[in-house]
T-cell receptor, first 112, second 111 residues
Framework: EAQVTQNPRYLITVTGKKLTVTCSQNMNHEYMSWYRQDPGLGLRQIYYSMNVEVTDKGDVPEGYKVSRKEKRNFPLILESPSPNQTSLYFC???????????FGPGTRLTVT | GQQVMQIPQYQHVQEGEDFTTYCNSSTTLSNIQWYKQRPGGHPVFLIQLVKSGEVKKQKRLTFQFGEAKKNSSLHITATQTTDVGTYFCAPIQENFNKFYFGSGTKLNVKP
C-alpha cells in the first residue's frame, strides 16, 4: 500500500529539548516536504527536498532542520524547540509538480 | 511567496444545499490542485486542473480553472454530511519548486 508514515503521532516536550520527527514514504518519490498547520493559516511549507542530498527552505524554515540521506526518509529536526513551534506537522511526498501530494497522518507537537 | 486568497473561510450549510469555495491568485498559474481534509485527518488529493477554462467533475463536485489561469473554484451540489471538512487549493506556478496552499474553506453540513 502506497503510504507516508510519520512518527511519533503525538509528542509533548519541553522548551529546548531536541527532537526528531521521522517521515518515510514507500512510493519512490523524489520530492518530499514538511508542513505545519495552524488555525487560520492553512498549510505552510517548512522545508522541501527535490532529491537525495538536496534540501531547501520553504516559507517558514526558522527553528527547523531536515536531512535527506535516503530517498525514502525525510526527518524533521527541532534542535531547540520553543512554544511557538506547537503545531500540527505533516510530511508529504510526490513524484513531481504535475503529481498529487501524499500526506502522512500528522504529528501533533506541544512544546511547553 | 505565492499570493493566493481562498474564500470563504467558513461555510455552514443545510444538508442538500450547494457549496462553493474560490481560490484567487495574483499571478498566472501553471496548474492548480485541490485537497480535502476531514476533521482530525490529513489532506487528501482531489483533483488537478491544468488547462485554461478547464472544468472537471467528480460526482457532485465540479472544479473549474479560470480562463486566465488565475482563479479556480470547487462547487459541491446537494451537500451531504460526508462532505464536512476543510477544502484547500494548492496553486502551482511555472518553474515550480515550492508548494503553497490557500488558507482553506471549512465546510460544516447540518443534517
Amino acid at each position: 500500500e502506497a503510504q507516508v508514515t510519520q512518527n511519533p503521532r503525538y509528542l509533548i516536550t519541553v522548551t529546548g529539548k531536541k527532537l526528531t520527527v521521522t517521515c518515510s514514504q514507500n512510493m519512490n518519490h523524489e520530492y518530499m516536504s514538511w508542513y505545519r498547520q495552524d488555525p487560520g493559516l492553512g498549510l505552510r511549507q517548512i522545508y522541501y527536498s527535490m532529491n537525495v542530498e538536496v534540501t531547501d527552505k520553504g516559507d517558514v524554515p526558522e527553528g527547523y532542520k531536515v536531512s535527506r540521506k535516503e530517498k525514502r526518509n525525510f526527518p524533521l529536526i527541532l534542535e531547540s524547540p520553543s512554544p511557538n513551534q506547537t503545531s500540527l506537522y505533516f510530511c508529504a511526498s510526490n513524484g513531481g509538480n504535475l503529481y498529487e501530494q501524499y500526506f502522512g497522518p500528522g504529528t501533533r507537537l506541544t512544546v511547553t | 511567496g505565492q499570493q493566493v486568497m481562498q474564500i470563504p473561510q467558513y461555510q455552514h450549510v443545510q444538508e442538500g444545499e450547494d457549496f462553493t469555495t474560490y481560490c484567487n491568485s495574483s499571478t498566472t498559474l501553471s496548474n492548480i490542485q485541490w485537497y480535502k481534509q476531514r476533521p482530525g485527518g490529513h489532506p487528501v488529493f482531489l483533483i488537478q486542473l491544468v488547462k485554461s477554462g478547464e472544468v472537471k467533475k467528480q460526482k457532485r463536485l465540479t472544479f473549474q480553472f479560470g480562463e486566465a489561469k488565475k482563479n479556480s473554484s470547487l462547487h459541491i451540489t446537494a451537500t451531504q454530511t460526508t462532505d464536512v471538512g476543510t477544502y484547500f487549493c494548492a496553486p502551482i506556478q511555472e518553474n515550480f519548486n515550492k508548494f503553497y496552499f490557500g488558507s482553506g474553506t471549512k465546510l460544516n453540513v447540518k443534517p
